[in-house]
């Protein structure tokens, strides 16, 4: 794109969520980072228009962000996983002594 040239972003969202932005492209042809202010955690679409240019959407997914001092949920494996693989680890070790 020329530089000059008026982008348009537009955010869609839920509930009828909409937010324009605008940015001008410099020598190079490029733009942004356009602020787009705080999002509520959901699903969006953003789609950038210009002149002469299709318009070219992409989805975003918004997820929220865990506050300070929030607890995290760590992926563990089960009693079972821990046996199967304890099972697992012990045959491997008796494999490898048997050719060594």
């Given at each position: 794109?020329?530089?000059?040239?008026?982008?348009t972003?537009?955010?869609?969202?839920?509930?009828?969520?909409?937010?324009?932005?605008?940015?001008?492209?410099?020598?190079?042809?490029?733009?942004?980072?356009?602020p787009?202010?705080?999002?509520?955690?959901?699903?969006?679409?953003?789609?950038?228009?210009?002149?002469?240019?299709a318009?070219?959407?992409?989805t975003?997914?918004?997820?929220?962000?865990?506050?300070?001092?929030?607890?995290?949920?760590?992926?563990?494996?089960?009693?079972?996983?821990?046996?199967?693989?304890?099972?697992?680890?012990?045959?491997?070790?008796?494999?490898?002594?048997?050719?060594?």
């Amino acid at each position: 794109m020329p530089a000059g040239t008026t982008v348009t972003i537009t955010i869609t969202g839920p509930n009828g969520f909409t937010r324009t932005l605008t940015a001008t492209t410099d020598g190079a042809g490029a733009y942004g980072p356009v602020p787009a202010g705080t999002l509520p955690a959901d699903d969006y679409t953003v789609t950038t228009t210009a002149a002469g240019v299709a318009p070219v959407a992409q989805t975003l997914a918004v997820r929220a962000a865990a506050g300070a001092g929030a607890v995290q949920a760590v992926p563990t494996l089960g009693t079972w996983a821990l046996g199967l693989l304890g099972l697992l680890l012990a045959g491997v070790a008796g494999w490898r002594r048997r050719f060594q």
